[in-house]
């Protein structure tokens, strides 16, 4: 594989831990990948994001565009239940955890492999 696919694999599997982490970022990236970048300087860049705290709203952010691969395959029970883990995430009484794992649930059962293989979805299992 050439450098430029390791470089679009990388950011497959990081963009939305990357969003989840910073929209500045995500935008950054996104633009230095116009370019022709070396798998070095995305990777540094991708590593200073992750560095970043994620706040309430990158969360909110990252959930909403990986929701957009369900909302409409989901059944009315799952939009419901997007919108109340949304809304208890907002109002801190679960963690992003819950939410994460809300999404990987749905992309196992919609076969989403585009999410499954998103590395934000991977830490679910790890920690909060």
Not at 56 to 85: C, P, Q, R, V
């Amino acid at each position: 594989m050439k450098e430029r696919g390791y470089i679009e694999k990388l950011w497959r599997e990081e963009k939305y831990h990357v969003l989840l982490h910073s929209q500045q970022y995500y935008n950054e990236i996104r633009e230095l990948l116009k370019s022709s970048p070396s798998l070095q300087e995305v990777q540094l860049k991708i590593e200073e994001a992750l560095r970043m705290n994620p706040t309430k709203g990158t969360i909110i952010n990252a959930y909403d565009h990986m929701w957009g691969y369900f909302k409409n395959d989901a059944t009315e029970e799952e939009k419901e239940k997007s919108k109340t883990l949304k809304n208890e995430f907002q109002n801190e009484t679960i963690t992003k955890i819950e939410l994460l794992t809300f999404l990987k649930d749905l992309a196992q059962k919609y076969n989403v492999t585009y999410l499954l293989e998103s590395h934000v979805l991977k830490i679910v299992n790890i920690k909060d």
